[in-house]
C-alpha cells in the first residue's frame, strides 16, 4: 500500500472520530457549566436557544463574529 493511502486511511479512523467526539464533549461541557452557574445563582440560564438552550454556544460564536470590526 501506498503511504498516504495509509495515513488517509489512520486518519478517517483514528483521529477524525476523536475530533467530532472533543467537539460535541466540549459544547455539552459549557452547557453544563451555564446550567450549574446559573443554578448557583438563582437564574434560568440558557434555555431559549434551540430544545433545551443546546444551540447556545454557535449563536454565541455568531454574536461575537458581528460584534468584531473587519
Request: proline share 6%; charged share 25%.
Amino acid at each position: 500500500m501506498d503511504t498516504k493511502v495509509v495515513l488517509d486511511m489512520l486518519f478517517n479512523v483514528l483521529v477524525f472520530p476523536g475530533v467530532v467526539f472533543s467537539c460535541a464533549m466540549a459544547f455539552w461541557f459549557e452547557w453544563l457549566e451555564r446550567k450549574i452557574t446559573a443554578r448557583v445563582q438563582r437564574r434560568i440560564g440558557p434555555s431559549f436557544t434551540g430544545p433545551r438552550g443546546l444551540l447556545q454556544p454557535f449563536v454565541d460564536v455568531l454574536k461575537l463574529l458581528l460584534k468584531e470590526e473587519m
